[in-house]
């Protein structure tokens, strides 16, 4: 089956730096995406990667491994309206996005 | 503001109800998604539409019923749900095609509890 994995919940703190982790496992790869989702909220595009590497936007990169099956959104400088769900979603053979339960990321003074 | 409006935004009815949900889009796309999220579990496709026509129905209760008029918008409609259809309701859009373009944009999503 299909399955994309990342961590429930993580806690950091303003100011720092944090990575959330996602693996997956899917029928064939067309790219991974990853969301922001705030509480009550729709979610919002934040990055989008299908070659291997680092993909940078201000505060936040993705990574990517396509042979290991894995991606990083790392968050620089966090502030307190970081407070979200990320989630990431990847795009398998048929097109279809298969998406991760979301981490809850909080963030403390 | 991402372009894509629902309405109403928290919805409660019995079981015996009839509801419908509303999702309009801005953005000139031609594709149109439901997706239901439950607390703590991944996204899940229920039907999509492409260029007004269904392309993809993920074996969802035929108590949801889809209607796409057109390609801004796209309607939901409820009858006899169970309790356990209680979630919140995302609609979504993006513009058909493959690569970046593809990128869907959410509303902010349907709050529905069924008692």
């Known amino acids: 089956g299909q399955n994309i994995d990342q961590p429930t919940e993580m806690t950091a703190t303003e100011g720092a730096i944090v990575q959330i982790n996602c693996t997956y496992q899917?029928?064939?790869?067309?790219?991974l995406f990853w969301y922001q989702q705030h509480a009550g909220e729709a979610p919002t595009f934040l990055s989008y990667?299908?070659l291997d590497g680092l993909e940078e936007k201000g505060r936040f990169s993705s990574f990517l491994s396509r042979s290991k099956g894995y991606s990083y959104l790392l968050l620089k400088e966090l502030q307190m309206k970081d407070s979200a769900s990320y989630l990431c979603?990847?795009?398998?053979?048929?097109?279809?996005?298969?998406w991760g339960a979301g981490t809850k990321l909080i963030i403390k003074p | 503001e991402t372009g894509v409006t629902q309405t109403p935004r928290h919805l409660v009815m019995g079981m015996t109800n009839k509801k419908s949900l509303k999702c309009e889009q801005h953005l000139g796309h031609n594709a149109m998604y439901w997706y239901k999220q439950s607390a703590k579990k991944p996204l899940e496709l229920m039907f999509v539409?492409?260029?007004?026509?269904?392309?993809e129905n993920n074996s969802v209760p035929s108590r949801f019923s889809p209607e796409c008029p057109n390609s801004s918008h796209l309607f939901l409609h409820l009858h006899t749900l169970q309790p356990e259809d209680s979630a919140l309701y995302l609609c979504?859009?993006?513009?058909?095609?493959?690569?970046?373009?593809?990128?869907?944009?959410f509303g902010p999503g349907t709050r529905l509890l069924v008692l």
């Open positions: 539409y492409n260029f007004k026509e269904q392309t």
């Open positions: 979504a859009s993006s513009p058909a095609g493959a690569g970046e373009q593809e990128t869907q944009y």
């Open positions: 990667n299908v």
């Open positions: 979603a990847v795009r398998d053979s048929n097109y279809q996005l298969i």
């Open positions: 899917t029928s064939g790869f067309n790219g």
